[in-house]
């Protein structure tokens, strides 16, 4: 007679399979709130956009490579928000009509989510083979039909291609490809601004030269067009920063503390410093993680070193670091969200005795993710109207991986898979 199969203990649940069992129960729980018990707040064209008409951010681009292709003195004229790089990248879609154009950016965007999910699998060596392909495809279908991901198409930005070009600077890292890294980096860095403070992780690998690199590059694709386009794109800039919308898509600290100021829990005239305050307490924390870090290693690796995988304390950096990029920009519209499920992955793709000292820590750590992710990640409904709170205990989460988290070199490329 075969005996019966036990159920599986949670103990038995790799690192990879705690942390995406509490997401994944976290994302149906949310949504079955946001469905069945929203107070009205559920409805099917919000959650799942159509993707035509086309995407208004889509078709700011769309108009001044347009205007671009008519000439230069056509595309200062425009008074583009973006970037001249991007209008070049883009510049292609112009020869379709703008409803083609913007089907086949969205289909640039669904394989960019796919590159930065199995990058990040990979990274942490369980991409392998078409096991790991798979794998990819299946938390890509899920991200897929998420609310920020929706949001990503319904307006047609740029910030998951910025995420992507973030991503692939961090694998190329790790394989010590340093000017795969920066380039990828200072890419990402044209797409939108915030992807800048990964400078930070890159200058832990390969010093000072990455961020002279990163400046040069910069500073190269910004003046391709001329003075005019760039000073345009920073007047642009200083107006969105000095006057964001603070409506409860925008989760960013600027919004959450309006929001709090509207609803009376703090006074009006005290929203500069409670801005200030969260500003300095978390950029600050940020320093301080990443100069214990560099202190604890001395100096930064040798490019002849052998490339290696990301140790606990770097996926720490790495994930404060993607919370920064959301929560400090004072415009942070919600479909920026679907870029912190990469850190997670990181975190996950591992085993649970290389994050921290204790194993125990490393699976508490993946679960409490797996749930702050999941909260993010959810429609805004009664429980997640604003999305910072859980944004910013993420931010602690990574804070204690950067700090507490084992620093040790890793596994060196002779080790990888």
């Known amino acids: 007679m075969e005996k019966r199969q036990k159920l599986f203990a949670l103990r038995d649940l790799n690192l990879f399979q705690a942390g995406a069992m509490v997401w994944m129960l976290g994302t149906i729980s949310g949504y079955f709130i946001y469905r069945l018990g929203g107070g009205g707040l559920y409805r099917d064209g919000y959650n799942l956009p159509s993707m035509l008409p086309m995407g208004i951010d889509f078709g700011y681009v769309y108009g001044y490579g347009a205007a671009l292709r008519e000439g230069i003195s056509s595309y200062s004229a425009a008074g583009s928000g973006y970037p001249p790089l991007i209008t070049i990248l883009l510049l292609p879609l112009t020869y379709f009509p703008p409803h083609t154009a913007y089907r086949i950016y969205v289909l640039v965007l669904i394989l960019a989510l796919f590159s930065m999910i199995y990058l990040c699998l990979r990274e942490g060596g369980r991409a392998g083979g078409a096991a790991g392909f798979f794998q990819a495809l299946a938390i890509s279908s899920v991200l897929y039909f998420s609310y920020p991901f929706n949001f990503a198409l319904e307006r047609g930005n740029s910030d998951l291609l910025a995420g992507a070009f973030a991503v692939i600077s961090l694998f190329a890292m790790t394989r010590g490809r340093f000017f795969l890294s920066v380039i990828a980096l200072a890419a990402a860095t044209q797409f939108k601004l915030y992807p800048a403070i990964l400078i930070a992780v890159l200058f832990l690998r390969f010093g000072f030269r990455s961020l002279l690199w990163f400046i ?21 800039l200083k107006t969105m920063a000095t006057a964001p919308s603070t409506w409860e898509g925008n989760h960013s600290i600027y919004s959450y503390v309006a929001s709090l100021a509207a609803k009376g829990t703090i006074f009006s005239g005290s929203q500069a410093l409670f801005r200030d305050g969260f500003y300095f307490c978390s950029l600050g924390l940020f320093a301080a993680a990443w100069l214990k870090y560099w202190l604890s290693s001395l100096k930064p690796i040798s490019p002849a070193a052998a490339p290696r995988r990301l140790n606990g304390a770097e996926i720490g950096l790495v994930g404060m670091s ?7 920009p004072s415009v942070s519209y919600d479909y920026k969200l679907v870029l912190q499920a990469m850190p997670f992955l990181l975190l996950t793709s591992r085993e649970d005795t290389q994050l921290f000292a204790l194993p125990a820590w490393s699976r508490l750590a993946a679960v409490l993710a797996g749930g702050l992710l999941s909260l993010s990640l959810i429609p805004r409904d009664i429980l997640t109207l604003l999305k910072t709170p859980w944004l910013l205990l993420l931010f602690l989460l990574y804070f204690c991986l950067a700090f507490f988290g084992k620093a040790e070199r890793g596994l060196t490329g002779q080790e990888k898979t």
């Open 216 to 236: 040069l590059l910069n500073a190269a694709a910004l003046l391709m067009l001329g003075w005019t386009p760039v000073l345009q794109f920073v007047a642009i």
């Open 322 to 328: 993607f919370c920064l990029m959301t929560l400090i």
